[in-house]
């Protein structure tokens, strides 16, 4: 364990009154995120432990800077786990960074993203201030809940220091089974099987395939099963890891990858490349050489936005925003970074 919150509050501070921005890094596992941003670096990493774990409270508490991979270790050895299942994408990948770019695996749909399970958090403002929001239990906020604004902020809003999830037992029994279908019969069963009682934790069309994961009890599970029918995919667990830290045979290629967020039952959108199905019809992955123009057009027909993920012209990472949002965020970035110095341009030119 290793506290150097003074050391980083400083650095915010003489920042702030140099007016010079920062470049927030952690373990840079997911640096390819996001626009870019310039500044002097503000290393994060050293900032490490798990401050208090409880089991039985299904609450943990860590430093930002620790690796993910600890925390994971150490809540499986109690048979719990992070309900978001976070992707990697890199084995220095930290705590604060899963945060900060509020990115969910396969069970985001069926449990929850990783905003859904902060609690509370510590962080340094841009005035260098350490604040906290938050605590340790679910119902611990009475107005804005500013805890869970760092979460996909990318680090503009403060640099994480602290961090307290909600964690949830491990499920007794995973069971995957797969079949062949079209990409319209996948979209309609994914959606027809969200809405009947059954412990779906998984669900994902890769172009030949559907593929959907059952997590519970094993009598919840052995009635999921017999209900969908279709093989048992036997290499479950590699194939759902593929699949969060994107090592799919699909996510192979140097073409701009895009991240599609609409609605679960929106129709199949056609682009010129190829595509991939994730969280039962709500995250569809696009690679191919469509424009941003197009590539966003076609994520709104479907009720959503997109977000240009890998590769390609990193000032297209993210949907523009309205102007009547766009005035909020300069107005919280305002509030929390007056000097704008806190990976300034990382999210939107403006912020």
């Not at 905003?115 to 679910?138: A, P, Q, Y």
């Not at 709104?300 to 005035?327: E, K, N, T, W, Y």
Request: proline share 6%.
């Amino acid at each position: 364990m290793n506290d150097i919150s003074q050391a980083l509050q400083q650095r915010v501070i003489d920042a702030m009154n140099r007016k010079k921005p920062l470049k927030i890094v952690g373990g840079d596992s997911k640096a390819f995120y996001g626009r870019e941003t310039a500044g002097e670096i503000l290393n994060v990493a050293g900032h490490s432990g798990i401050l208090n774990y409880e089991p039985t409270e299904l609450v943990a508490t860590v430093r930002a800077g620790t690796p993910l991979r600890e925390l994971e270790q150490a809540i499986r050895a109690q048979g719990q786990m992070l309900p978001f299942e976070p992707p990697h994408l890199g084995e220095t990948a930290t705590v604060g960074g899963t945060v900060a770019t509020n990115l969910s695996g396969p069970r985001r749909p069926y449990a929850g993203s990783v905003r859904d399970h902060v609690l509370g958090v510590k962080i340094i403002n841009g005035r260098g201030e350490i604040l906290t929001f938050g605590g340790e239990v679910m119902k611990n906020v009475a107005g804005y809940d500013l805890s869970r604004l760092m979460a996909g902020a990318l680090g503009t809003l403060g640099v994480l220091l602290e961090i307290s999830f909600k964690v949830v037992p491990a499920p007794h029994k995973e069971l995957t089974l797969y079949r062949s279908c079209s990409i319209t019969s996948a979209i309609s069963t994914m959606n027809s099987w969200a809405a009947r009682p059954y412990p779906i934790s998984g669900a994902a069309f890769d172009g030949e395939n559907l593929y959907v994961r059952f997590s519970g009890s094993d009598s919840a599970v052995d009635a999921a099963r017999k209900k969908f029918g279709g093989d048992e995919l036997r290499d479950a667990a590699d194939f759902w890891q593929r699949v969060r830290e994107l090592r799919h045979g699909f996510f192979a290629g140097r073409q701009p990858l895009w991240r599609l967020s609409v609605a679960p039952a929106a129709p199949y959108i056609e682009l010129p490349g190829k595509s991939f199905i994730d969280w039962g019809g709500a995250q569809r992955w696009y690679m191919g050489d469509a424009d941003a123009e197009r590539v966003r057009a076609a994520a709104v027909s479907g009720g959503g936005h997109a977000v240009m993920f890998r590769g390609g012209d990193r000032a297209q990472s993210f949907q523009p925003l309205a102007p009547v949002i766009l005035r909020l965020h300069k107005n919280l970035k305002q509030a929390m970074d007056p000097m704008n110095i806190l990976n300034p341009g990382r999210l939107y030119a403006a912020l």
